[in-house]
């Protein structure tokens, strides 16, 4: 609706008020709001139940491929009703607006407690939060940080999910240590960035943005790769003893998969720990 009311009003600029009144009519009650909350839960309620039917006929490569040409079926119909904003008029005028009153626009909002109260919380959340972020990486080695949160990570694949994988407790307690070490690992980027950025603001936000690009490839390509190395073995059944033979082993490649995967993590780290102490001792000599 929205590209279309834009095309409108950008082609026919003196039928604005007139959609102005329709879009107050349309908007009363918040309807556009319900109508837009209405259309994502409607996707949310149909995806779940579509999804399943794809991925059986399809498979995950196939149910991609429909998903993508669904969406460009009906995203590509509103691109020609897209159009760039209109050139920001020259502000020749810097005094504050007034209401119709003649007033200075109310700020009693603000002295509101609820929004103090809020704002209280929000700062002293702040004050709290990032400490550990950005201190704990540049008051510890970094590398040995990146060594015990990579180790820690990697036995947990292979030791919780491995091997007490089989039951519901085991899962939970995989979920809990997995998150607490694995989710880390960002909080570390400030320690590795600081020591080649220095004091180079520029430098340290390209350095992260190669960082997200990095580990947005991992993300890509993991599904794939995961999903094709997450074969049951045929005929075979067995009393689930470990992690590994949930689902007829399905998951025992992908278990090793990622565990494999952290344990190179730390091996690189040993070495960029390894790296960084002779780079040390050079300069104290």
Not at 47 to 62: H, K, N, V, Y
Not at 120 to 148: C, H
Not at 155 to 176: D, H, K, R
Request: charged content about 10%.
């Amino acid at each position: 609706m929205a590209p279309l009311l834009n095309y409108l009003t950008s082609r026919y600029p003196g039928q604005r008020r007139a959609v102005m009144w329709a879009g107050a009519a349309i908007c009363w009650a918040r309807l556009a709001n319900g109508v837009i909350y209405a259309g994502t839960a409607a996707g949310g309620l149909i995806f779940p139940l579509a999804l399943p039917s794809l991925l059986d006929r399809f498979g995950t490569s196939g149910t991609l491929r429909v998903l993508a040409i669904v969406f460009a079926v009906l995203l590509l119909p509103a691109l020609p009703f897209i159009r760039g904003r209109l050139p920001h008029a020259k502000v020749t005028n810097t005094a504050p607006r007034r209401t119709g009153g003649g007033e200075i626009s109310n700020a009693g909002w603000m002295r509101k407690p609820g929004f103090q109260f809020l704002m209280l919380i929000n700062t002293l959340q702040a004050f709290g939060y990032f400490v550990p972020i950005v201190w704990l990486p540049n008051r510890f080695d970094p590398w040995l940080l990146a060594l015990s949160s990579l180790m820690g990570t990697c036995l947990t694949i292979f030791l919780l999910w491995g091997l007490l994988g089989c039951s519901l407790p085991g899962l939970i307690a995989f979920g809990l240590v997995y998150g607490s070490l694995a989710g880390g690992w960002s909080s570390m980027w400030s320690g590795f960035i600081g020591q080649v950025a220095k004091d180079d603001p520029q430098l340290f936000t390209t350095i992260t943005s190669y960082l997200m690009l990095s580990r947005g490839i991992g993300n890509v390509l993991s599904t794939p790769i995961s999903t094709a190395v997450s074969k049951p073995k045929a005929g075979k059944t067995m009393a689930l003893k470990l992690g590994f033979e949930v689902g007829g082993g399905k998951f025992e490649n992908i278990i090793i998969y990622a565990g494999t995967c952290f344990a190179g993590a730390v091996i690189i780290s040993g070495m960029g720990w390894g790296w960084d102490r002779a780079r040390s001792s050079q300069r104290r000599d």
